[in-house]
């Protein structure tokens, strides 16, 4: 079965840097385009970023553009994202996920089949 399992996660000031993995297993990861989401308590899941499943391509959310950066490992079945300079509206839960595109694109939490069980990102100011 798919498994997702998320890592990294922590407290930190703002205008600190967090780098988040996650491990995948159950489906063909090398194959696949990978999401990241976050879910702030009170708000709906919403994207963060994307990468195609060869790596050279990536999709990032204007909220986050310019500060955070996805990457994988196929080899590893792994995706990640560095997080920098980051701000208190920055916290929340983040989720990594495999997209039903074959691309780096934008993506709605409601297209996702599969969630792993997140990790907590915190951010003071």
């Known amino acids: 079965q798919v498994q997702l399992v998320e890592s990294g996660g922590g407290s930190v000031q703002a205008g600190g840097s967090l780098s988040l993995s996650c491990k995948a297993s159950?489906?063909?990861?090398?194959?696949?385009?990978m999401c990241w989401f976050r879910q702030a308590p009170g708000r709906e899941r919403e994207f963060v970023a994307s990468?195609?499943?060869?790596?050279?391509?990536?999709h990032v959310s204007l909220l986050v553009t310019g500060r955070f950066t996805v990457s994988r490992n196929n080899a590893e079945s792994s995706v990640y994202l560095q997080m920098n300079n980051l701000k208190p509206e920055d916290t929340a839960v983040y989720y990594c996920?495999?997209?039903?595109?074959?691309?780096?694109?934008?993506?709605?939490?409601?297209?996702?089949?599969?969630w792993g069980q997140g990790t907590q990102v915190s951010v003071s100011s």
């Open positions: 990468i195609s499943p060869d790596g050279a391509s990536t």
């Open positions: 996920a495999p997209s039903r595109l074959s691309e780096a694109s934008y993506m709605v939490a409601s297209m996702i089949d599969y």
């Open positions: 159950g489906f063909a990861f090398s194959d696949s385009a």
